[in-house]
């Protein structure tokens, strides 16, 4: 139990496109959903928290308006990379929080490879 | 604000050798610890967790103790394995802040047959 899925895992486009990565989990609902992003060889930074239902909060430092995030049922959350550039080459990755107050835990994707030219 | 400090790698050791991976924390709460192993081009998966003070974490062989008075919840194995070669994540999650985690850099295993 406890999946979670990113599509694609792997994706390449040309600057100034834009790009939509989905996050979903596939035996639970989650009405809280995490987005990070990590570079080669370093840590996870949380980039947002996807709110099902509410606006997503974003971290200090990231755009809201180049990533975007819906997160429209409790099984979805999708982030759009607008406008892509090089520099938003990454590993995104998702998780989804499962839990109460008590004791969360996130459960994590295996990731989505967007490489901008 | 929180934060988690791992033991810098890259670690190298040989099959079946003993593990130990440092980690410390600052928290302003009573947060929940974790440990998360990332394979090549992978996402993170759970290793183990603990929620409280005392608690021990266990899987696969690996163990962790949540010390509040060390803030401390150091990874160990007793014989580790070729195929537990990863990039292993100490993890705190803030549940007063909606579960948000914060992770160590990562450090990296490279176990030798």
């Known amino acids: 139990g406890a999946v979670v899925s990113q599509h694609p895992s792997r994706v390449i486009c040309k600057s100034g496109t834009s790009v939509k990565i989905e996050c979903r989990s596939l035996?639970?609902?989650?009405?809280?959903m995490f987005w990070y992003r990590q570079f080669p060889k370093q840590s996870l930074m949380l980039m947002a928290t996807?709110?099902?239902?509410?606006?997503?909060?974003?971290e200090q430092g990231v755009e809201k308006d180049k990533f975007l995030i819906n997160h429209a049922s409790l099984t979805l959350s999708t982030l759009t990379v607008t406008s892509a550039h090089p520099e938003d080459s990454s590993f995104y990755i998702c998780?989804?929080?499962?839990?109460?107050?008590?004791?969360?835990?996130?459960?994590f994707g295996p990731g989505t490879r967007l490489t901008v030219t | 604000g929180n934060s988690v400090t791992q033991m810098e790698g890259p670690v190298t050791l040989s099959e079946e050798a003993f593990l130990t991976i440092n980690c410390t924390y600052t928290?302003?709460?009573?947060?929940?610890l974790f440990w998360y192993v990332q394979y090549p081009g992978e996402g993170l998966q759970l290793l183990l967790k603990?929620?409280?003070?005392?608690d021990k974490g266990s899987n696969k062989g690996f163990e962790a103790t949540y010390r509040k008075e060390t803030t401390s919840f150091h990874l160990e194995k007793g014989s580790v394995q070729v195929s537990d070669s990863a990039v292993y994540f100490c993890?705190?999650?803030?549940?007063?802040?909606?579960?948000?985690?914060?992770f160590g850099d990562g450090t990296t295993l490279t176990v030798k047959p």
């Open positions: 993890a705190l999650s803030d549940q007063a802040n909606a579960g948000k985690s914060t």
């Open positions: 928290a302003t709460g009573y947060p929940s």
């Open positions: 035996d639970f609902q989650a009405t809280t």
């Open positions: 603990a929620t409280k003070a005392d």
């Open positions: 998780s989804a929080r499962l839990g109460t107050a008590a004791s969360y835990e996130q459960y």
């Open positions: 996807s709110n099902e239902g509410s606006k997503a909060t974003y």
